[in-house]
């Protein structure tokens, strides 16, 4: 079965720039998705697509697919983006999930 | 603006059946090219995707779930509504239920809905 790698856990100064990773064999084949959920709350979709934000989502909010990796980065990271990420594709059978980052501010 | 309800017991006893329905809002869950999908998290774990359906009832299954799963949709009550059977402790959740654009992205949860498997 497919799997995605992430980082258990990724630290970011505050205002400085995050990145989150999400491994998968070839999955630039594939597209990327990207979801924000903060302590007690459901996921909210924050990249689509590999690189696509829905509406009402910042700017600083980024994607990226290429080779192996998916990667979500984070500009001018703020407090308030500290929350758990999880990366998700279809990978041709079966809906796939990374196992979670979590970020924090510092 | 489309809202997602869960409901649904919080607590069942193994080897047991878990209901769950999602009951759509604010919007039509009728044909739109949308799907309507279950998804859990275990206590301090990553999400898991379970199974999703259409407006039209074409179902697609996490084959992790696949022999006792059951998902069904009822557009005259605008909801859509999820069966797991011989539940056990692993199967200890939040239950969410979402608007997936099959079978890609899930653009709109529900807020989730603990369940608890013990005797």
Redesign the interface.
Known sequence: SYELTQPLSVSVTLGQTARITCGGDNIEKT?A?W?QQKAG?????VI??DDNR?SGIPERFAGSNSGNTATLTISGAQAGDEADY?C?V?DG????????TKLTVL | QLLLQESGPGLVKPSETLSLTCNVSGGSIGPSGYYWGWLRQPPGK????IA?ISSTANSHY??AFKSRVAISVDTSKSHFALKLSSVAAADTAVY?CARQLW?????L????TQVIVAS
């Open positions: 597209n998705h979801y709350q459901a996921p909210v979709l689509y697509r829905p999880f998700q279809w059978s079966t809906v796939v999930f990374g196992g979670g | 990553g999400l898991e995707w999703s996490n084959p969410f079978p890609e992205k899930f653009d949860w529900g807020q989730g």
